[in-house]
């Protein structure tokens, strides 16, 4: 193995994302040769890893990628936090997956488990542009005038949002198609247009589509689902492009 970045080698062996083993790093949960590791670090073959206590293998697992149906209440996260409300614990698979990504806790619906590192930072890159799509219920009456601003973008988190299509599919509820994924920003752009999110549910990532799986239920990706998911992700980048070009929000 040549030099490769801590973070990307637990990715990669099914540890966690890129992300969550920056996270984990910076918690001081992870050792290189029986030292504590740093955010960056590059390793070398023959280094021996611990994470959480654990040594991990440079074996990798067979491929797993599973669409869920996540319930309201269950937190999508890796971490010994709110152990009970912890997805991979609610799931309880025999190998070990992670999140592709986020839904909230108070969210519901699609959301995708894998261990294969690079395919989460291939869909999650917000400079990939893929589309994720939801269902909302509001606290009132959507407008003609609330459609047009949550479409053309919204101001939040010291950004405005990326243009999005936004339809209406009934009195208090509508359907919105994102390419990116600020953190919780359907809920933060309502707010910020006099509205609040009584439900919210993610019904498509790409061309996976939740369908008729139940809540709390989960199945493997097809293989023509997978063929399908990896011929949208030819070209899209893993890792954010160099010199700021793809760093704008919004």
């Known amino acids: 193995m040549e030099m490769m970045r801590l973070n990307k080698y637990l990715s990669e062996t099914g540890i966690c994302s890129r992300r969550e ?3 984990l790093i910076a ?9 504590t590791a740093c955010v960056g670090q590059q ?7 611990i994470c959480e206590g654990k040594k991990v293998s440079s074996d ?3 491929p797993v990628l599973l669409m869920v149906n996540k319930p309201r209440g269950i937190v999508c996260t890796t971490s010994d936090k709110d152990r009970a ?5 609610f799931l309880r698979y025999p190998i070990r ?8 806790k108070d969210s519901e619906g699609l959301l995708l488990m894998t261990n294969q590192g690079d395919l989460v930072n291939r869909i999650m890159r917000a400079g990939n542009f893929h589309e994720k799509e939801y269902e909302v219920q509001v606290d009132r009456e959507v407008t003609p005038e609330f459609l047009k601003k949550m479409a053309s973008g919204v101001k939040i988190l010291d950004t405005v949002t990326r243009p999005c299509r936004v339809e209406k599919t009934g009195r208090d509820s509508f359907r919105i198609i994102l390419t990116q994924g600020l953190n919780r920003q359907i809920r933060r752009m309502c707010q910020a247009l006099g509205y609040q999110v009584i439900r919210l549910k993610r019904v498509r990532i790409m061309n996976l589509k939740l369908d008729s799986l139940k809540t709390g239920e989960y199945r ?3 293989k023509e689902e997978e063929n399908e998911l990896r011929r949208l992700l030819r070209g899209s980048a893993s890792e954010p492009k160099k010199n700021g070009a ?3 929000k919004g």
């Open 97 to 104: 997956i992670y999140p592709v990504g986020r839904l909230d």
């Open 246 to 248: 793809a760093r704008k």
């Open 43 to 49: 390793i070398a073959e023959g280094q021996e890893i």
């Open 85 to 89: 409300e912890n997805i991979v614990e």
């Open 60 to 62: 990798r697992p067979r």
């Open 21 to 23: 083993a920056d996270r």
């Open 27 to 35: 918690s001081g949960k992870v050792l290189v040769d029986g030292k």
């Open 220 to 222: 493997m990706v097809t």
